[in-house]
């Protein structure tokens, strides 16, 4: 069995914005954990990481869930032609709510 291909992290400008509603503490965590997750399977049904079953935000197609009690969320479409993961965006979950850059999200 070959080495398995590894993905390029792709983070457009607008998730310094999403990062900015979250504590600074995290910030090195959420790419750490990110990078960690989804460089080299980011395709792969786990626990915490799932295909959306309808369109979501920002045109996602997936989402994975971390950090202390998975408060975290990010949203992200995979370019198999590029070999690129996109984040789309990133969150932080309390109870039912999602926050994603200081407002609101509905699921």
Request: charged share 30%.
């Amino acid at each position: 069995m070959g080495p398995k291909r590894q993905f390029e992290m792709i983070y457009p400008p607008i998730i310094k914005q999403y990062l900015k509603a979250i504590e600074p503490r995290y910030w090195s965590f959420i790419r750490d954990s990110l990078e960690a997750q989804l460089r080299f399977e980011p395709d792969s049904e786990a626990r915490n990481s799932k295909p959306l079953k309808r369109p979501a935000v920002f045109g996602a197609k997936w989402k994975v869930r971390f950090g202390p009690n998975n408060r975290f969320r990010a949203f992200y479409r995979i370019d198999y032609g590029e070999q690129e993961v996109v984040i789309l965006a990133i969150g932080e979950k309390t109870g039912n709510r999602l926050v994603i850059g200081g407002e609101e999200i509905e699921l």
